[in-house]
């Protein structure tokens, strides 16, 4: 497990030292397969007066229950997104709505009744789709995400989908910027 997180801090050490821009948020997760909240961090990792893209890491907790109420599973993850879309400079542009289209992927810990968090099985999921940042205050905004994806469990479920089971997704929340 060390070893995984001293990988992961080697990738991302060099996108968070160059970014612009930092954000910090949290929101709460609706999904067709589960429901939760998570924190989130992100960097601005290209920006022009117009296009930005930025690199948003969060920590996840899920709650789910497969089939009826049976095998109730709680998730531990990490999830990785790439947000692409207007500059969250909104002032620059002189707008208030900044849309956006992401892409993420993720990785959890599953733990049920008769499996112990850290152990298997594990769950994958991967999404896109589209958002908006809708700033009330400055450098302080209300986001609204939808879109869609598939997730797999590694194994260990009775009647679990090893190739995936695909999910409708619909996120909100808010997130404050801080200028480097």
Known sequence: MK???FVLSLILFPIFSYASSMSFGGGVVLTSSKSGGY???????????????RNLI????????IFNGENSVGYLGITE???FGLSTDYIKNNVFVIPYGFVAGG?????TAGSPLFEAPYSYE???GLGADIFSINNLSIFIEAGGGFESLTSAFPNSNS???GFARINVGFRGFLDK
Do not use: P, Q
């Open 58 to 65: 969060s920590i996840d907790g899920y709650g789910k229950n």
């Open 126 to 128: 991967v999404y896109a």
């Open 163 to 165: 190739v995936g089971n």
């Open 107 to 111: 990785f959890a810990f599953a733990g």
């Open 81 to 83: 997104k790439i947000t």
């Open 3 to 5: 070893k995984v997180f």
């Open 39 to 53: 924190g989130e961090f992100g960097v601005s990792i290209y920006n022009n007066s117009s296009f930005e893209m």
